[in-house]
């Protein structure tokens, strides 16, 4: 219990540094960097609707369709974390004069994924498009979550270049580029994804757990532990450590807390789901 408030004091932390460098730097400089919190931007100077409204009704339909990809733990954290998102980006005032533009989007890309990283690595999210992109990928199997992900940022920045002014377009990107990396670096590893090597005793429930709970594929070595002599099965997966990074560590654990986990860095992956 102990730790799991931790853990809920951490995405409250996390999500509060989110915000802030939202709400202070790159909603009063325009910059839409991608995302629900870049639509939200938008709507916010076109409209003048609150931020939080917006990131909540955006938020909602995306959670109900892709709920079947989240495991119940993961899910109540992401609600948590979404509904606190939105009171947050309410509570947190949007300064009338915004910073330098460079300024903005450096510090702003900075503190959001400073904030995301932290909700992520606590085996939360808070909403957004990674789940559209998810949806989209298993609908188009030929075309990969990152190139859909990549089609959506690509789609709200334009439009904030079309709305706003093609230099804010351009500030954009360079924000979420260093968000991006702040979020890689947050969960450990530049890597966008992660080779996981598992040694258990328990190697067939793992795996099954895997397949079942997420969606992704798991090849059994045949191993021998030189000490006890014993035949084991070392299981290989490769999956998005930054969706799906702490969702294995946390699914390993609560199968078998002595399982022997080797997360290796990635430099390319080919193939289906990648």
């Known amino acids: 219990m102990k730790k799991k408030i931790f853990e809920y004091l951490l995405i409250t932390i996390g999500v509060g540094v989110a915000v802030a460098g939202l709400n202070i730097f790159l909603v009063p400089g325009r910059i839409a960097a991608g995302g629900v919190s870049g639509i939200a931007t938008i709507l916010y100077h076109l409209w003048n609707v609150p931020l939080g409204l917006s990131i909540i009704v955006l938020n909602i339909p995306l959670f109900v369709f892709g709920i079947k990809f989240l495991g119940k733990n993961f899910a109540v954290r992401t609600v948590y974390a979404l509904v606190l998102y939105s009171v947050a980006a309410e509570l947190i005032p949007v300064p009338a004069e915004s910073f330098d533009p460079?300024?903005?989007?450096?510090?702003?890309?900075?503190?959001?994924?400073?904030?995301?990283?932290?909700?992520?690595?606590?085996?939360?999210?808070?909403?957004?498009?990674?789940?559209?992109?998810?949806?989209?990928?298993?609908?188009?199997?030929?075309?990969?979550?990152?190139?859909?992900?990549?089609?959506?940022?690509?789609?709200?920045?334009?439009?904030?270049?079309?709305v706003f002014d093609p230099e804010v377009a351009l500030y954009a990107i360079a924000s979420l580029f260093v968000t991006t990396k702040v979020i890689d670096f947050m969960t450990v590893g530049l890597s966008a994804s992660k080779?996981?090597?598992?040694?258990?005793?328990?190697?067939?429930?793992?795996?099954?757990?895997?397949?079942?709970?997420?969606?992704?594929?798991?090849?059994?070595?045949?191993?021998?532990?030189?000490?006890?002599?014993?035949?084991?099965?070392?299981?290989?997966?490769?999956?998005?450590?930054?969706?799906?990074?702490?969702?294995?560590?946390?699914?390993?654990?609560?199968?078998?807390?002595?399982?022997?986990?080797?997360?290796?860095?990635?430099?390319?992956?080919?193939?289906?789901?990648?």
């Open 102 to 162: 460079f300024i903005a989007c450096i510090y702003g890309g900075v503190l959001v994924g400073v904030g995301i990283g932290l909700v992520v690595r606590m085996g939360g999210t808070t909403g957004g498009t990674d789940m559209a992109a998810k949806l989209l990928s298993e609908k188009f199997r030929t075309i990969g979550l990152g190139a859909f992900l990549f089609g959506i940022d690509f789609i709200i920045i334009a439009a904030a270049g079309i």
């Open 195 to 274: 080779a996981f090597y598992i040694i258990s005793e328990k190697s067939d429930e793992i795996a099954d757990a895997i397949l079942t709970q997420m969606d992704r594929g798991v090849t059994s070595f045949a191993g021998k532990g030189h000490y006890s002599k014993k035949d084991k099965d070392i299981l290989l997966c490769v999956l998005k450590w930054r969706t799906e990074g702490a969702r294995l560590k946390k699914l390993v654990k609560a199968i078998d807390k002595d399982a022997f986990v080797i997360v290796a860095d990635v430099k390319e992956v080919l193939g289906e789901g990648f």
